[in-house]
């Protein structure tokens, strides 16, 4: 008789949350040191405006990445692993929706400071484009055809 099948492993789970982690406590703690800045108050309005949805959209996936830890260290020991996971992934699934936007917002923010606004707006399309692609598109891509 085959052993019951273990819950799995939060192994992966926890490699992904520490990276964007990390990614995230970078740009929020870089953000938060902006205002601060001699240059902040040549920003334009509506400059002002896209620096504030940036900084809120980028912790609020901090936020969303961090809560299964302190999920985890409230409810220990978690009496359903499995559905704790499932939870987990869903709160990364969604921590990226704000990240993503969040880096294209930051890189029109530093664009718009090097370059005229055409390359700033192509510059801009292309770290969309990529991050819609890479982080979208194509794992869901790769979810649909393992599935058939």
Known sequence: MAPAPSVEPFDDLLQEIRVLLAGSQVLTA???TVPFSSGFTHLNGVERNVFAATFLTVLLSLILFATPA???RLVWPVPDRRRFKRLS???VIAGLVPLSIALVLATQLVLNEVFKAAETSIGTALVAAVILGMWWLWPLAHRRG???
């Open 30 to 32: 870089f953000l938060m």
């Open 89 to 91: 992934t869903r709160l």
């Open 70 to 72: 302190a999920y985890h």
């Open 146 to 148: 393992s599935q058939e």
